[in-house]
């Protein structure tokens, strides 16, 4: 794990420098034939978990880029417990697969890894997406990306009045949307204090102008 920036403004130069100082060492043993791998392998479901938890500290609209092959060897952390984590945290994932690498893989060997689905699961769960791309369209696929994160919504409604505490998702529905892509991220509503409530000052909110909270209960783990 290597942090090369950290609370950097977004400038192409600094952005720069950035990742060719993460990339340093990678670069170095691809170049060296004989130097050693590294010694502690991060794995993809401990890494992300520990930079979603890291990024969990941080104020405003938090967005983990990963440009993997999407397969974990050997994490703690199961990716259903980074996919909740994220999900609770309000932090989207956004996964960028090597496509030619996707398609090299034999059917065989594809078939024996458990949760062969988890990291697109975990994105498109958490409020990002899947995308593929190849190393002739990385620049392209980056741009693309970032073009996404600027133009999402966030929508903001009234606390139900029926709320209870506990996990929760949220489901958007367009009237006659056609072709919207919605991908809901983080959701957080605090529930109401008993003693504000009780003060004959407070002015009770309209329950009509507030959505109802639903009766189904959340899969514990996505099919």
């Not at 992300?48 to 880029?65: C, D, N, Y």
């Not at 974990?72 to 960028?96: H, K, L």
């Not at 060997?109 to 593929?132: V, Y």
């Not at 009045?161 to 949307?177: C, E, L, Q, V």
């Amino acid at each position: 794990m290597i942090r090369s920036l950290n609370d950097t403004p977004a400038e192409s130069a600094q952005l720069k420098l950035g990742a060719d100082a993460a990339l340093k060492s990678w670069t170095t043993r691809k170049q060296d034939q004989h130097a050693s791998n590294c010694k502690q392998p991060v794995h993809l479901w401990d890494a992300l978990g520990f930079v979603a938890t890291e990024l969990s500290k941080l104020p405003g609209r938090r967005v983990i880029l990963v440009v993997t092959d999407g397969r974990d060897r050997g994490s703690v952390r199961t990716w259903n417990e980074v996919r909740g984590y994220t999900q609770a945290a309000g932090i989207a994932v956004f996964g960028m697969e090597n496509s030619a690498v996707t398609a090299g893989w034999s059917s065989i060997a594809w078939s024996h890894q458990n949760d062969a689905n988890a990291f697109q699961a975990i994105c498109e769960l958490s409020g990002g997406m899947l995308m593929l791309t190849n190393p002739d369209s990385i620049g392209k696929s980056l741009e693309q990306s970032i073009a996404l994160l600027r133009g999402r919504y966030i929508v903001e409604f009234p606390r139900p009045s029926n709320s209870t505490k506990g996990d929760h998702d949220m489901r958007i529905r367009i009237a006659k949307g056609g072709n919207d892509f919605i991908r809901p991220s983080g959701i957080s509503v605090p529930m109401p204090d008993p003693a504000v409530l009780a003060d004959p000052t407070t002015v009770p909110s309209d329950p009509s102008h507030a959505p109802e909270q639903g009766q189904r209960r959340i899969m514990e783990k996505p099919h």
